[in-house]
């Protein structure tokens, strides 16, 4: 299924994914860090969701009390939920 989400207190302005039987697919971040959020995202393509949130969870950025990617950890949950 897809999913796009609106961040909050980062960079990005949008995070795009897909999860395929608990498979993270096809992570697109709009904005932010552009070599980091690319690089999270490769390094996510294909992993299990909860494994992406496992490592991901509680990434803080500049003291913002969370990053891109502590926000897709937290876009993931609410996916795994709805599914």
């Known amino acids: 299924m897809k999913y796009s989400v609106t ?3 980062v960079c990005s302005a949008q995070i795009d994914f897909e999860i395929d039987n608990g498979i993270v697919k096809n992570v697109v971040f709009t904005r932010g860090c552009n070599g980091n959020t690319q690089g999270v995202a490769a390094l ?4 299990r969701a909860d494994e ?3 490592r991901l ?3 803080d950025c500049r003291g913002r009390g969370t990053s891109c990617p ?5 876009a993931l949950k609410i996916a ?4």
């Open 7 to 9: 961040p909050s207190g």
């Open 52 to 54: 992406v949130i496992k």
């Open 70 to 74: 502590d926000q897709l950890a937290r």
């Open 44 to 47: 996510c393509e294909g992993m």
């Open 57 to 59: 969870e509680g990434i």
């Open 80 to 83: 795994l939920k709805s599914e």
